[in-house]
């Protein structure tokens, strides 16, 4: 196969890189199907995880689902068995966040499975916190909790802090549900230590919006508004569309806190169209209910 030489790159950063994927998506998929259809099965698996970024900032669910679907068959038939867990990891994220949260946990579970029986405990952990993630979706929480310590200790014991601080994220967004806010302060304020250690900003994004929220909860209006506006331009920078409208919401409910009816209309009203693109369900979920994060 003779490569052409010389062409120009069309993007020069993150941002960039995103929309090149973002308006590709479709031709993309195209040639995902075409090489599934040839059997080129590692080309068709690495095209899929080429596209993860797509998948994971900008939601669309119906195609990261297919994507997952055609590379984890083309994994398989590859003989990759670090190809298929990966597929199964990233193709069950997209499940539970389409709501299919028992079919994820079922993809989970076949990886947990699978990455015992390589010995990669890195794997095996990343299962277990889908399982926790799944979990905590279906309002399981004491088994939720149960997995994401799970998936601590094997991380810890390997050296994987990046999985700790993602862990933690999660058990603050318990805590907050439960309206322990001293307890979410603590996670999501480690677990944002953890992943500006790893240089990983998105993430760090993620636990600094919910460490706000949980600021602003317990009486620290002005700290935690401050650190979800961060956060939020933050993944206003990177085109992340899906937590823009998270932070949004956030806000919104913290204004609405506050009595501070107006900006809380405002803000709710700028997620709701970002969710009207990202996740459908969200955007029914605020429309129906006037109810705080």
């Known amino acids: 196969m003779v490569h052409p030489t010389g062409l120009p790159i069309p993007f020069t950063d993150d941002p960039g890189a995103l929309a090149w994927l973002d308006a590709h998506r479709m031709n993309l998929m195209a ?12 080309m068709t698996w690495q095209l899929v995880d080429a596209m993860w970024p797509v998948f994971l900032r900008l939601r669309y669910y119906d195609l990261w689902i297919e994507a997952h679907e055609i590379g984890l068959d083309a994994a398989r038939r590859d003989g990759n068995a670090e190809a298929e867990r990966q597929m199964l990891n990233s193709g069950a994220i997209g499940l539970s966040a ?8 079922e993809w989970y579970e076949e990886s947990r499975r699978a990455a015992r029986e390589a010995g990669d405990v890195r794997d095996e952990g990343q299962a277990l916190l889908g399982l926790g993630g799944c979990h905590r979706e279906a309002r399981r929480m004491a088994r939720a909790v149960e997995y994401l310590h799970q998936a601590i200790a094997l991380w810890e014991a390997c050296g994987y802090p990046r999985g700790v601080a993602l862990a933690r994220i999660i058990l603050g967004e318990i805590a907050l549900a439960q309206d322990d806010t001293g307890r979410a302060v603590e996670y999501f304020t480690y677990a944002r230590a953890g992943l500006l250690a790893v240089n990983d900003p998105h993430d760090a994004a993620r636990a600094l919006v919910f460490l706000g929220r949980a600021r602003a909860r317990a009486g620290e209006h002005l700290v935690g508004v401050a650190a979800m506006e961060e956060a939020l331009a933050v993944f206003t920078s990177s085109g992340a569309a899906h937590w823009q409208a998270r932070a ?5 409910d913290s204004a609405r ?16 169209a970002l969710f009207e693109v990202t996740s459908p369900s969200d955007a029914h979920r605020l429309r129906e209910s006037p109810g705080g994060t």
Not at 31 to 42: F, G, L, Y
Not at 257 to 272: I, K, Q, S, V
């Open 257 to 272: 806190d506050r009595g501070e009816e107006a900006a809380a209309r405002n803000y709710r009203a700028r997620a709701l």
């Open 98 to 105: 389409a709501g299919r949260v028992d079919h994820a946990a």
């Open 31 to 42: 040639v995902i199907r075409a090489a599934a259809a040839c059997e080129w099965h590692a």
């Open 248 to 252: 949004l919401e956030m806000l919104g």
